[in-house]
């Protein structure tokens, strides 16, 4: 598994990859301070996980997570940061992020939280779960299930809810059939729902469709 560092803390990046190149199979390609030299990075080396900080000089972190996504749909990035804020768990999961760690619990969580993600599933510190959890319950004052979904994973779910095939929403789109397959298993993950016809029935219900 190759992954990519990249936070603006020498010391945690020294921490990190240790942790890391501790396990079997696991090699750091590289450590990368802001967010243009990771998207450079990412466009120069073969990368697997991508382990990013929300608060690094230059570029908006959220914007490096959302266009490092678009350039590499199968990449999985793993939020490690010191904000357990909702606004900040919200708009990491809306740009695309597949889990969500917490510095403070990096040392016990990390490692797992880099297996699961890579693995295709989501990952997060324990505080960012309940907070996920309120948010999908629709509890009072809390984020619409839609809204941690990226305006793209939107147009895809909407055109999926409409019927189209896979080769179709790529045509209308003009993306790749292997982006709109990882912008539909992004949808079931996030929203938790393992078929289509879930995925409809959530249109449908969120007003994103008609009901036919």
Do not use: C, W
């Amino acid at each position: 598994m190759q992954v990519l560092l990249a936070d603006d803390h020498t010391l945690v990046r020294a921490g990190v990859r240790k942790i890391l190149e501790a396990q079997p199979g696991v090699s750091v390609v590289a450590e990368v301070a802001d967010g243009d030299t990771a998207l450079r990075t990412l466009g120069e080396r073969e990368v697997d996980v991508l382990v990013l900080d929300l608060t690094m000089p230059g570029r908006d972190s959220f914007e490096v997570l959302q266009r490092a996504k678009e350039l590499r749909p199968e990449l999985k990035v793993l939020v490690l940061t010191m904000h357990a804020d909702p606004e900040y768990v919200v708009r990491a999961v809306q740009a695309g992020a597949d889990g969500y760690l917490l510095k403070d619990s990096a040392v016990d969580d990390l490692v797992a939280g880099i297996e699961a993600v890579a693995a295709g599933r989501a990952y997060y510190s324990p505080a960012v779960q309940r907070t996920l959890s309120e948010m999908a319950r629709g509890r009072s004052g809390a984020p619409r299930a839609l809204d941690v979904l990226t305006d793209r994973e939107r147009e895809v779910l909407r055109l999926v809810a409409q019927g189209h095939t896979t080769r179709e929403i790529a045509a209308r789109l003009e993306i790749s059939v292997r982006t709109v397959e990882s912008h539909r298993a992004n949808l079931m993950r996030k929203l938790d729902l393992r078929s289509v016809a879930r995925l409809t029935q959530f249109a449908i219900r969120e007003g994103l469709v008609e009901p036919p």
